[in-house]
């Protein structure tokens, strides 16, 4: 992910939450700045949570489900960007830099596939 301001990721993230099928609203914050807080709430009483830190670029995306993390994507350290997948969301499989259209599409096809069941 390119480094960006807080404001600009924030712009992003709810330009991309206004496009999506899934998000119903979300809250938003930003402290200092520097850091961005954003929950999205989404159909079926999921809801992401988005952190992103434009001092050190650390960003992360959680998808939540009864108070669970059940799919996500960071780059913490010392691993790098990596994703929890739905399988096992303890598990952290290496990947490349995941955006939030990317992630979000992710689960828009995750909810396509188990409305197909």
């Known amino acids: 992910m390119v480094h960006i301001d807080a404001s600009s990721f924030l712009k992003e993230i709810i330009h991309i939450c206004n496009k999506s099928g899934i ?70 499989i290496p990947s490349g830099t995941v955006t939030f259209e990317e992630f979000i599409k992710t689960i828009e096809e995750s909810q396509k596939s188990r409305l197909m069941l």
């Open 23 to 92: 998000v119903i609203t979300y809250e938003s914050d930003i402290e200092d700045d520097l850091i961005v807080k954003v929950r999205v709430y989404l159909i079926k009483d999921d809801f992401i949570d988005v952190f992103y830190n434009a001092g050190n670029r650390k960003t992360s995306f959680a998808l939540i489900k009864n108070k669970k993390r059940i799919y996500g994507a960071d780059n913490a350290l010392p691993i790098g960007w990596h994703i929890h997948p739905f399988e096992d969301p303890q598990t952290h």
